[in-house]
Nanobody, 119 residues
Framework: QVQVVESGGGLVQAGGSLRLSCAASGITVSIDDMGWYRQVPGKQRELVAV???????NYADSVKGRFTISRDNRKNTVNLQMNSLKPEDTAVYYC?????????????WGQGTQVTVSS
């Protein structure tokens, strides 16, 4: 059974930093993409950052230059270093692990971790 577990959320003042960590277990084949999404009440879940298994990285425009994603393929872990946090970064952050098999896409989600940035 696949499990995705996040850690590292919390409360921080604007301008501060947090580091989110995520580990995927129970997966015996290669994971294609690992990434972070976030969601605030009443809005759709949005991509924050994603890294492919060959190291290609994509960031949301709103976090470029402030957030850094990193991945360890051997351990199936992904981290998100968040610097210069803003109140608008407040959200529940979800880790995602994705596998693509032909035309089928398998998405595995964590339970989410709350990040709150106070002004």
């Amino acid at each position: 059974q696949v499990q995705v577990v996040e850690s590292g959320g919390g409360l921080v003042q604007a301008g501060g930093s947090l580091r989110l960590s995520c580990a995927a277990s129970g997966i015996t084949v290669s994971i294609d993409d690992m990434g972070w999404y976030r969601q605030v009440p009443g809005k759709q879940r949005e991509l924050v950052a994603v890294v492919t298994n060959d190291g290609n990285i994509n960031y949301a425009d709103s976090v470029k230059g402030r957030f850094t994603i990193s991945r360890d393929n051997r351990k199936n872990t992904v981290n998100l270093q968040m610097n210069s946090l803003k109140p608008e970064d407040t959200a529940v952050y979800y880790c995602n692990a994705e596998r693509r098999v032909g035309q089928d896409i398998y998405k595995y989600w964590g339970q989410g971790t709350q990040v709150t940035v106070s002004s």
